[in-house]
C-alpha cells in the first residue's frame, strides 16, 4: 500500500488474452465477397462442404447473375472470376435459387470453368 | 533521476491503456470481417474433353424440358429413378452422365438431377443448355 496506482489490476494475461485472439481473427479471416443476395438453394445429398475461400456467384429466381451486390452480365464473369481469384485458382461457388432457369446456370457454369477448374453450385441439406 | 528514486519501481511502467484500446479495435474488426461462409454443395465434374481418350462411349444422357419434366430416351421418368439408371450402368464402365437442359427449365430439378446422379456413382456430370 504504497500508493493509489499501485493497486491496478495486473493486465498482462488479459493482453496475451487478447493478442492470441487477434491474432487467430487475423489469420483465419478470408475476407470473402458475398453476392448479395439470398438464394433458395436446392436440396442435394451429395453435398459436400465447400471452400470457404471461394469466388462466390448468385443466380437469383429471376435469372439475374449477382457479384458483390450487383448485377453483371454473363460475358463479365470469365473476368470476375480471374480478378478475384488473382491468379490462385480459388474455386468458383454458384449459389443458384432453385427456381432459376436451368439454361443460364448451365451458362453460367460453363463461363465460370473458363478461368477455374473447380465449380460447385452451393445446396442445402435435404432435411433443411 | 530525482523523479525516479522518489517512487515505487512499479509505477514507472508504461501505460497500456492506449495499446489495449488499440488492440481490441482491432480484435472486434477482425471479429466483425470475418464471414463465416459454410457452404454445402456440390461439384459436377466433367472430364477434359481434349485429353481422354476413353472418352468415346456415348454419355447417360438426360433432358430437361422446359416443361419441366424429367426424360431418358424420350420416356418420362421420375427423379429418384436417376441414381438406379446410373448405377445399372457402372458395371462396365465408370458413367459419364450430361444434363441438357431446355432453356425454362428449372435449376433446381438439373441440380437434383445432377445430386442423384452422383449418388448413382457417375464419375463426370455435365450439365448443358440446349438452345432453342
Known sequence: MTGSDTNDINVSPLIDVVFILLIFFIVSATFVTLPGIEVARPRAVTGKALEKNAVIFALSSDNEIKYAGSTVQLEEVPGLVQLASKDKGKPVVIQVDQWADASVLAKLIAEARKKSSDVSIATRKPSA | ?132
Open chain 2, 1 to 132: 533521476m530525482k523523479r525516479r528514486l522518489s517512487q515505487d519501481p512499479e509505477n514507472t511502467e508504461i501505460n497500456v491503456s492506449p495499446l489495449i484500446d488499440l488492440v481490441f479495435i482491432l480484435l472486434i474488426f477482425f471479429i466483425v470481417a470475418t464471414s463465416f461462409v459454410n457452404e454445402v454443395g456440390i461439384t459436377p465434374k466433367h472430364k477434359d474433353t481434349a485429353s481422354a481418350s476413353t472418352n468415346m462411349e456415348e454419355p447417360l444422357a438426360f433432358d430437361l424440358p422446359a416443361s419441366g419434366q424429367l426424360v431418358r430416351d424420350g420416356v418420362t421418368i421420375g427423379i429418384e429413378q436417376v441414381a438406379p439408371i446410373v448405377r445399372s450402368s457402372t458395371g462396365d464402365k465408370a458413367p459419364s452422365v450430361l444434363v441438357r437442359v431446355s432453356p425454362g427449365a428449372r435449376a433446381g430439378l438439373a441440380t437434383e438431377v445432377m445430386d442423384q446422379a452422383m449418388l448413382g456413382g457417375a464419375l463426370a456430370v455435365k450439365l448443358s443448355a440446349l438452345n432453342q
